[in-house]
């Protein structure tokens, strides 16, 4: 593994079902974070991680949880899945908050 | 609410010209600034840092800073279609160091 990776690269998901999109990374990075992106709303920050234990809401955290067992791993779950969550995906990380690094990215279909 | 302002644009640009995108930022207290450059239905790649006022350079790449007018800017020289990209400002969140706040991006487009 070199930088970050997510899966699924894509997916088509019923709506009410539950998804878990998983993100991790190999650069022994501190903080994680959880984006999504809209065609006109550029990014906007889920859910944040800014150490192993500990995470946060972003800006837009409802309907979706994260959990950070470990420095590499950061998945993002939506508990029961809504059309309005039709989106791309992105996880990233950083260093101690300086530049985030993103992985390619899950787009994620709800019908 | 902090805010991080660009020009959607497209902004088109000749092959060989200089393209200038511009950014904008609220939060006085930021010390950390960046460009990331994305392609379409890809994720955004960082392409150049700065951190004090003035100008850093790298390769085709110049970024300026000035703190004071609360301003970023990226120059790059001899435009290539390659270049042809989405560009995202990102500044730190003064209130939460570990957090960016992010510009919706300007659309470049370079015409051979």
């Known amino acids: 593994i070199a930088g970050i990776t997510q899966a699924p690269t894509s997916q088509i998901l019923a709506a009410g079902r539950r998804m878990t999109l998983r993100c991790t990374q190999d650069m022994r990075h501190n903080a994680m974070y959880w984006y999504r992106q809209d065609l006109g709303l550029g990014l906007r920050l889920i859910h944040y991680?800014?150490?192993?234990?500990?995470?946060g809401k972003g800006e837009v955290p409802d309907g979706y949880s994260v959990s950070r067992a470990n420095t590499d791993d950061f998945p993002l779950t939506l508990a029961s899945a809504v059309p309005s969550q039709t989106s791309v995906y992105f996880c990233a990380s950083s260093d101690n908050g300086h530049e985030q690094y993103f992985g390619p990215g899950t787009r994620l279909t709800v019908t | 609410q902090k805010e991080v302002e660009q020009n959607s644009g497209p902004l088109s640009v000749p092959e060989g010209a200089i393209a200038s995108l511009n950014c904008t930022y609220s939060d006085r207290v930021s010390q950390s600034f960046f460009w990331y450059r994305q392609y379409s239905g890809k994720s955004p790649e960082l392409i150049m840092s700065i951190y004090s006022n003035g100008d850093k350079e790298d390769g085709r790449f110049t970024a300026q800073l000035n703190k004071a007018s609360q301003y970023v800017s990226l120059l790059i020289r001899d435009s290539q279609p390659s270049d042809s990209a989405t560009y995202l400002c990102?500044?730190?969140?003064?209130?939460?160091?570990?957090?960016?706040?992010w510009g919706a991006g300007t659309k470049l487009i370079i015409k051979p």
């Open positions: 990102a500044v730190n969140n003064g209130d939460s160091n570990y957090q960016l706040i």
């Open positions: 991680s800014n150490t192993a234990g500990t995470t």
